[in-house]
């Protein structure tokens, strides 16, 4: 069974960091794009960040530009979302999501409806 796991969600006080984990398991995304979605309370789940497979192409939402960055180290390796200078509008339950196979290494993606596989999610609260 595929899985991707995420881990590292927790409760913080605004302008702390937290460091969001995703791993695989099942297969490894050595070839898949990743990208990070999340889901603040009643609202619909909206694109964060995203990461080629090579790691060299990233790409982020507004929201978030100069204060989140999205990591892999390989292509085999976690994907790491380290998010700095949080606010309480960052409240939400962050998911990790792989795209399907693609064949270029600098293939980013910012839509829901480009990724395939996704985790669980977990939790952030950001206490002002």
């Known amino acids: 069974q595929v899985q991707l796991v995420e881990s590292g969600g927790g409760l913080v006080q605004a302008g702390g960091s937290l460091r969001l984990s995703c791993r695989a398991s099942g297969r490894t995304f050595s070839r898949n794009a990743m990208g990070w979605f999340r889901q603040p309370p009643g609202k619909e789940r909206e694109f964060v960040a995203a990461?080629?497979?090579?790691?060299?192409?990233?790409y982020y939402a507004d929201s978030v530009k100069g204060r989140f960055t999205i990591s892999r180290e390989n292509a085999k390796s976690p994907v790491y979302l380290q998010m700095n200078s949080l606010k309480p509008e960052d409240t939400a339950d962050y998911y990790c999501?792989?795209?399907?196979?693609?064949?270029?290494?600098?293939?980013?993606?910012?839509?829901?409806?480009?990724?395939?596989?996704w985790g669980q999610g977990t939790q952030v609260t950001v206490s002002s």
């Open positions: 999501a792989a795209t399907g196979s693609v064949s270029s290494s600098q293939y980013v993606a910012a839509r829901r409806s480009e990724y395939r596989y």
């Open positions: 990461i080629s497979w090579s790691g060299d192409s990233t």
